[in-house]
């Protein structure tokens, strides 16, 4: 395979980085060279992949990963501050940079995280294959489902079915608000302007989706671009890779549950204090996960809860008998990977929509995240006492390892780009 000039384009939403990085580390390997055009609070672990780092010179210069730049913990799908503060706020400048960036590096292919998926504009406009990473399952509303992020089974009946759509058409009309914008950028390069603000979705050459396409609810009919590619596992690059050492006698067999909450701050600090209370009274021994987000706060934590900054999934997880958890898409992923069964407190994002195909699934429980100790500690003694969510847990941790994984993709990828620029030379030719 001939070497390509790949150029990533992405920021520090937390959940989005050990997804798209795993993707990096695949293009690597496969021998390519990648450029990624990042936030300064990137740099270091960019470098660490062996890659060019090139940070944003405008808006997205966020130099500490604790920063709470995207400030969305009260957010609802239609009033979403991400929307206005990074997907479409920053478009022209993102756009811009990106242009510069590609025209500097020569790049042959852009692959943009879905935070900035008008960056896609940028590809369109050089002529280059443009791919867009979707680090969680599918957001956009289809025939036979709601759009993402709110938490809902998909409609069977007429009722439902018709709230589907209805919530799909809202959806579409929140994102054209930003249409007249998105299309004044389109005109001033040259480019046809959009009829909805999702149809740059789907102009992408491939809409790569990192999940299981059977934990997910695909849009049916599918759209062409679409490529499940499976969960990337790697753990995140700033938890410690020191060895875990189990903190308790380990002659005693109590089972160990573990807690981790999101690397960003979503105003989890309650949530993260009810699941260690709810641990207080139970034969069980508890690990809480702080994260970057609750490293500096104190907790109340009972003599069975040990509390660590950063520890990887990897080592803890295969000891684990219950994951408590936000539902962020990466720790599901990295629990069920491990056979273990989850209590879900999701509190915005992608997480009410983990949290419902977790229950979907029977591997797990889903709670409020404004659930009580007593809440939390009855959803534990159920999932120790049924075998049932261990062993739906272990049917998709068999799917999980069983996955192909990105190659497949990778692979298309490839080709896409050398027949595109096969297909430039003939032009060129005639």
């Known amino acids: ?11 520090d939403g ?14 690597i390997q496969r021998g390519h060279s990648v450029n990624v055009l990042a936030e300064p609070c990137l740099e270091r672990a960019v470098k660490a992949m062996k890659c060019n780092f090139i940070p944003f010179t405008d ?10 730049f995207l400030r969305d913990h009260s957010a609802t799908l239609f009033k979403n501050p991400i929307f206005e503060r990074v997907i479409f706020g920053p478009a022209e400048t993102v756009i811009d940079q990106t242009i510069t960036v590609a025209r500097r590096q020569a790049v042959n292919v852009l692959m943009v995280d879905i935070l900035l998926f008008p960056a896609l504009i940028a590809g369109e406009f050089l002529d ?12 956009m509303p289809g025939p036979n489902r709601p759009p993402g992020n709110m938490g809902l089974k998909p409609g069977t009946g007429i009722l439902t079915k018709m709230r589907d759509r209805i919530l799909g058409k809202l959806m579409i009309s929140k994102f054209n608000e930003f249409k007249p914008s998105l299309n004044k950028i389109r005109s001033g390069l040259g480019l ?22 059977s934990f997910d609810v695909p849009i049916d009919p599918a759209p062409e671009n679409v490529r499940y590619a499976g969960p990337v596992l790697d753990d995140p690059d700033w938890t410690q890779s020191e060895k875990w050492e189990y903190p308790w006698d380990k002659k ?35 690990l809480v996960t702080l994260g970057l987000a609750m490293e500096n706060f104190n907790f109340d934590v009972p003599e069975n809860v040990k509390l660590v900054n950063s520890v990887q999934h990897s080592q803890v997880f295969p000891h684990a008998d219950i994951v408590i958890t936000h539902a962020g898409h990466g720790t599901v992923m990295r629990a069920l990977a491990n056979g273990v069964p989850l209590i879900c407190l999701p509190m915005g994002r992608d997480q009410k929509d983990n949290a419902i195909k977790i229950e979907m699934k029977g591997c797990g429980i889903k709670l409020s995240s404004e659930s009580k100790p007593y809440k939390i500690k009855k959803a534990i003694e159920r999932i120790l006492n049924d075998p049932d969510f261990k062993i739906n847990a272990v049917k998709i941790q068999k799917e999980i390892l069983e996955n192909p994984g990105m190659d497949a993709v990778l692979l298309e990828i490839e080709n896409k780009v050398l027949a595109h620029k096969e297909h430039n030379i003939v032009a060129l030719v005639e």
């Open 252 to 286: 005693e067999k109590s089972p160990l549950i573990v807690i981790s909450f999101s690397s960003t701050f979503q105003n989890q600090l309650v949530a993260v204090q009810n699941c260690i209370s709810a641990l207080k009274d139970l034969p069980v021994k508890g």
């Open 1 to 11: 395979m001939k070497k390509l000039n790949f150029l990533f384009v992405m920021i």
């Open 14 to 27: 937390g959940g989005n980085v050990p997804p798209t990085f795993g993707v990096i580390k695949k293009l």
């Open 192 to 213: 046809p302007l959009l009829n909805n603000t999702i149809d740059l979705l789907n102009m992408a050459d491939m809409r790569i989706i990192q999940t299981l396409k």
């Open 128 to 139: 280059i294959p443009k791919m867009l990473i979707f680090h969680m399952p599918e957001y």
């Open 59 to 68: 808006y997205f210069i966020k130099k500490d990963r604790k920063e709470d």
